[in-house]
């Protein structure tokens, strides 16, 4: 009986949903709370119709002309629905709504601070967005990438050069590259009295050429909606380490497909516009790309930016990370690549990629720098770890969510 009691109300809460309804709920007589007065409050906002008080409404357009309220309800829906249900509540509100207009007038970009945000949002109307609307929210975009840059470039190139003049030293030399004053005296401790000799340990090289290229680093996104304000930072960051001649930098952003946006990386801009928000995941298929690019395993960086929720085939995907770590390739994987905190991830794929040597963690834009400066000189990442658990913890997004590393490598 209670499983009847059960089902019958949640046929109420479905048609509740569906049909809409005043405050008292007339017609169904169940009361909506928590999330799915939320859920209502997103759909009511475009399939409502404007009556007041306590007037019984049919479901028709009333989301109104507020930017305001326009950016937080296209925020709102994205995390209450599927991303195919997304897409459709979005091209219903550009025709009902006339979100193009909106988003051509300047009131609206007067009315919403242009951030990370934002720009996710824009993005994800990309595919239904009309050419004039796409110039205007360029617009929007590019001003948030220039304060990110401001924000970002100098700190970052500051740190990899740094590592990159330092890894220069501590790569085999070859012999006719030994620096062997410096090499003499850092093996010192190791002179055999017997032989009267050094055996080195370590041979120190002079450092490459400043124009040489000294690591490749492949960035691989994942695109899905939950993912927005990575695929943001992840699209500025990537050209910001392509503008840098000691690193040969590549992009991927994925979901079901595969695009390479490396050939944009000199517009981080043209590269934002380049994604696709929303769709399915198949992370498998990414990295069998992604391995494609990899020339020179051992001085390779593979980072992987995803919540790790795998649409393809799990048992490759593993295969293939162990097939690269056990080639030399130095693989990371940042279940977030923002300042919100971690997402939601699958906590079993990130079990799964630790046990492999590879660490899965939340990281902040302020960490990654620190973070690729520790990879290219393969330092011991959970030290980089525990700082970006500190910085989720007490970021900017204040939610308490911990961004801590799932395991050490």
């Not at 392509?242 to 050939?263: C, Q």
């Not at 910085?391 to 961004?403: D, F, K, L, V």
Request: hydrophobic share 45%; proline share 4%.
């Amino acid at each position: 009986m209670s499983e009847e009691l059960a089902a019958d109300e949640e046929r109420l809460r479905r048609w509740r949903l569906a049909l809409g309804g005043a405050p008292g709920a007339e017609g169904t007589g169940y009361s909506l709370g928590g999330t799915d007065a939320a859920v209502d409050a997103a759909l009511g906002a475009l399939y409502d119709g404007g009556g007041d008080g306590g007037e019984a409404r049919q479901r028709g357009a009333g989301l109104g002309a507020s930017a305001p309220r326009v950016a937080r309800w296209l925020g709102d829906i994205r995390q209450y629905f599927p991303s195919t249900v997304v897409q459709v509540m979005q091209a219903d509100a550009i025709e009902r709504l006339n979100l193009t207009r909106l988003l051509l007038e300047p009131e609206m970009l007067d009315a919403v601070e242009p951030d990370v945000h934002l720009v996710g949002t824009l993005l994800s109307l990309n595919r239904v967005m009309p050419d004039k609307s796409k110039r205007a929210a360029r617009k929007v975009v590019a001003k948030v990438v220039a304060e990110l840059e401001r924000r970002i470039a100098q700190p970052t190139r500051t740190a990899l050069s740094g590592a990159l003049n330092r890894a220069a030293r501590i790569n085999r030399p070859r012999h006719h590259d030994i620096d062997w004053d410096r090499t003499i005296r850092a093996n010192l401790k190791h002179y055999q009295a017997a032989q009267r000799t050094i055996v080195p340990e370590r041979l120190i090289g002079y450092g490459r050429r400043a124009q040489a290229v000294q690591r490749d680093v492949v960035l691989c996104v994942d695109q899905s909606g939950s993912m927005a304000a990575s695929v943001v930072y992840s699209g500025v960051f990537a050209a910001v380490l392509a503008s840098m001649r000691s690193l040969k930098t590549s992009l991927v952003v994925f979901d079901t497909a595969v695009v390479d946006l490396t050939d944009r990386l000199s517009d981080p801009v043209d590269v934002l516009f380049g994604t696709q928000l929303g769709g399915g995941t198949d992370i498998n298929r990414a990295i069998a790309y992604g391995q494609q690019l990899i020339t020179r395993p051992r001085d390779t960086i593979f980072v992987l930016i995803s919540d790790l929720y795998e649409g393809g085939v799990r048992e490759e995907m593993l295969r293939r990370v162990a097939a690269m770590t056990a080639a030399g390739v130095q693989v990371i994987a940042l279940l977030a690549l923002s300042d919100e905190g971690a997402p939601d991830y699958d906590r079993e794929n990130a079990a799964a990629l630790a046990a492999l040597g590879v660490p899965a963690f939340a990281c902040t834009p302020d960490v990654f720098p620190e973070l690729m400066a520790a990879a290219i000189e393969r330092r011991d990442l959970r030290a980089i770890m525990e700082r970006a658990a500190a910085a989720q913890s007490t970021g900017p997004a204040g939610s308490g969510r911990s961004g801590g590393p799932t395991n050490a490598p």
